[in-house]
C-alpha cells in the first residue's frame, strides 16, 4: 500500500507546486523508485480522465476518508493499469464496491467522446507521437523559399504556430 500513498503525496505535491515529479520522487524515500515514477506519470497523463470518471461516479462523495490524489491513483490502477500490486490492502476492497460503477462510467464517457481505446480519451498533446512531432527549431533555405511559406505548410498540415520566424525572406 506504500506505493499507491506515495504516489498520490507525490501528485499533491506537484499540485501544490513544492517541486518536480521527479524531484519528489526521488525525496519521497520510496524503494523502487521507477515504479513509483511511472505510477505517478502515467497518472497524471490520464488525469482529466481520471477526473472525469471520479466526479461521474460520485466516488468521494460515497466514501469520505477516500482522499482525491489517492482516489485519482487508486482508479487509475484498477482501470487503466495492471491492477493492485502488491495487494492494496483496505482500498482495494472500498474501490471493489464501486468497480462497477467506476468501469461503466468509464464506458460512458468513452461512447460520448465516440472512441474505443483508452488513449484516444487523452488530449492530442498527452498522446504518443503527437504534437511531439512537431520540429523545435526548422532551418529554412532562403534562397528556394521564405519563412512565411513554411509557417504555412505546418499550418496546412494541422500544427498550431506559435512562435515567429527569426528571419524573414527580406533579412540577410
Not at 56 to 81: D, F, M, T
Request: aromatic residues 8%; contains cysteine; positive net charge.
Amino acid at each position: 500500500m506504500g506505493l499507491y500513498a506515495a504516489a498520490a503525496g507525490v501528485l499533491a505535491g506537484v499540485e501544490n507546486r513544492q517541486g518536480s515529479i521527479k524531484g519528489l520522487v526521488y525525496s519521497s524515500n520510496f524503494q523502487n523508485v521507477k515504479q513509483l515514477y511511472a505510477l505517478v506519470c502515467e497518472t497524471q497523463r490520464y488525469s482529466a480522465v481520471l477526473d472525469a470518471v471520479i466526479a461521474s461516479a460520485g466516488l468521494l462523495r460515497a466514501e469520505k476518508k477516500l482522499r482525491p490524489h489517492l482516489a485519482k491513483v487508486l482508479v487509475y490502477e484498477l482501470l487503466l493499469g495492471k491492477g493492485f500490486r502488491g495487494g492494496g490492502g483496505r482500498w482495494k476492497a472500498l474501490l471493489g464496491r464501486h468497480q462497477a460503477r467506476l468501469r461503466a462510467e468509464l464506458a460512458r464517457l468513452k461512447v460520448h467522446r465516440g472512441v474505443s481505446r483508452n488513449e484516444d480519451l487523452l488530449e492530442v498533446g498527452s498522446r504518443p507521437g503527437g504534437v511531439s512531432q512537431l520540429p523545435r527549431f526548422v532551418r529554412v533555405n532562403t534562397l528556394k523559399t521564405c519563412s512565411d511559406d513554411v509557417v504555412d505548410y505546418f499550418k496546412r498540415q494541422g500544427f498550431s504556430y506559435q512562435g515567429r520566424a527569426s528571419r524573414d525572406a527580406s533579412g540577410p
